[in-house]
């Protein structure tokens, strides 16, 4: 992830529009590794413990959290220290976001605006995609796949939903990515 800083620190440096004094700076950083955690679970002393639980935190990496106001829960993600750094340095007021704060922000509000019973939602990124189920705005499922080829891709969309014995020709699927 050095390399990644480095490039990263010379792209913003190389950008005049990226040295505006801006109010408000948030960056969404998108990774498979989070543990989503209902609020009453939630403790800032335990968070390493959390996470743990479904990943192994690296060595140069430092964990984020981010409160979803949708669903009173909490994401708890990784973020390696070199590219967390970069960032905060060039940008003091910055809020850093997991990609899922936002979706599911938007998804639970358009499916209580919309009252519809059931909705499937799929954010694509080049390695992995975000899965989400809401049932009369509940999340029943949020969960990341990682997937090399399209046949895993098939898969693991497929069998979410075979797992919660739904549809996939009855259940509207929206995707984005």
Same mark, same amino acid.
């Given at each position: 992830?050095?390399?990644?800083?480095?490039?990263?620190?010379? %792209?913003? $440096?190389?950008?005049? #529009?990226?040295?505006?004094?801006?109010?408000? /700076? &948030?960056?969404? =950083?998108? @990774?498979?590794?989070?543990?989503?955690?209902?609020?009453?679970?939630?403790?800032?002393?335990?968070?390493?413990?959390?996470?743990?639980?479904?990943?192994?935190?690296?060595?140069?990496?430092?964990?984020?959290?981010?409160?979803? %106001?949708? $669903?009173?829960?909490? #994401?708890?993600?990784?973020?390696?220290?070199? /590219? &967390?750094?970069? =960032?905060? @340095?060039?940008?003091?007021?910055?809020?850093?976001?997991?990609?899922?704060?936002?979706?599911?922000?938007?998804?639970?509000?358009?499916?209580?605006?919309?009252?519809?019973?059931?909705?499937?939602?799929?954010?694509?990124?080049?390695?992995?995609?975000?899965?989400? #189920?809401?049932?009369?705005?509940?999340?029943? /499922?949020?969960?990341? =796949?990682?997937?090399?080829?399209?046949?895993?891709?098939?898969?693991?969309?497929?069998?979410?939903?075979?797992?919660?014995?739904?549809?996939?020709?009855?259940?509207?699927?929206?995707?984005?990515?």
């Amino acid at each position: 992830y050095k390399i990644l800083a480095v490039e990263i620190e010379k %792209f913003i $440096n190389e950008n005049e #529009i990226l040295k505006h004094p801006y109010l408000h /700076i &948030k960056l969404i =950083f998108a @990774t498979p590794r989070f543990t989503f955690v209902p609020s009453p679970l939630f403790s800032l002393l335990e968070k390493d413990k959390l996470f743990e639980f479904n990943h192994k935190l690296g060595k140069n990496e430092f964990l984020n959290h981010n409160y979803i %106001f949708g $669903n009173s829960s909490y #994401i708890i993600y990784a973020i390696p220290e070199s /590219i &967390k750094s970069v =960032f905060e @340095t060039n940008f003091s007021n910055i809020r850093i976001y997991h990609q899922s704060c936002p979706m599911i922000e938007e998804v639970l509000l358009k499916n209580k605006l919309t009252n519809t019973s059931i909705q499937a939602y799929l954010s694509i990124y080049p390695e992995f995609f975000d899965f989400t #189920i809401l049932e009369n705005a509940t999340i029943k /499922i949020f969960n990341s =796949f990682a997937y090399q080829s399209l046949v895993d891709f098939q898969y693991f969309l497929l069998n979410s939903f075979d797992q919660l014995q739904l549809s996939p020709l009855k259940v509207p699927l929206n995707i984005c990515g």
